[in-house]
């Protein structure tokens, strides 16, 4: 046998069956929940720490190699050639290594020097001087040869005449330290 089914006696309510429309009942409608909000203060954190983070790795990388082209530029070499064309004795002075300088007073010309400049300040310098009894058509001349090349020559004329040359050695025309 079947038994009736009882209606149920809990009626529905309206306002959830027909959304928006007037709550028949005048009963308020339940408390909404507000909408979950997300907090912002840890994204804006992370990102500050990643926008540092980058900043220090990008300023430790360029220090890095700017300390190892310090290093490289400190222990290249140069090899300089000086030349003194002319006649007769003459006096010589010129730059050597750590910038030093070196004399020689009665100097047979033509001469020749070679010297190897090391460090950062590669700084050639030459300066020749004929002798006081020197003719006065008597030319003296000076010359700084780099890796085979002539990068600076001065002439001067007459008894006592200077010529002076100087030539700043670029890290093109240095070769690493061995």
């Not at 909408?35 to 912002?40: D, H, L, Q």
């Not at 790795?57 to 300089?80: F, L, P, R």
């Amino acid at each position: 046998m079947t038994t009736p089914q009882q209606p149920n006696s809990a009626q529905p309510d309206p306002a959830q069956q027909y959304p928006g429309q007037p709550n028949p009942y005048a009963q308020p409608y339940p408390p909404q929940q507000p909408a979950k909000r997300r907090k912002k203060w840890p994204w804006i954190v992370g990102g500050l720490v990643i926008v540092f983070l980058a900043i220090v790795g990008g300023c430790a990388a360029m220090v890095g190699g700017v300390a190892n082209e310090i290093d490289k530029a400190s222990n290249s070499t140069a090899t300089v050639t000086y030349r003194v064309k002319g006649s007769g004795n003459g006096s010589v002075t010129y730059s050597d290594q750590d910038f030093n300088i070196a004399q020689d007073t009665a100097a047979q010309l033509p001469w020749e020097k070679e010297v190897t400049l090391k460090g950062f300040g590669k700084l050639a310098s030459l300066t020749a001087t004929n002798d006081f009894e020197a003719a006065s058509d008597q030319t003296i001349t000076c010359e700084i040869v780099v890796n085979g090349e002539v990068r600076n020559t001065q002439t001067s004329r007459g008894p006592a005449a200077t010529a002076d040359c100087s030539y700043s050695v670029p890290s093109e025309d240095t070769q690493p330290s061995q």
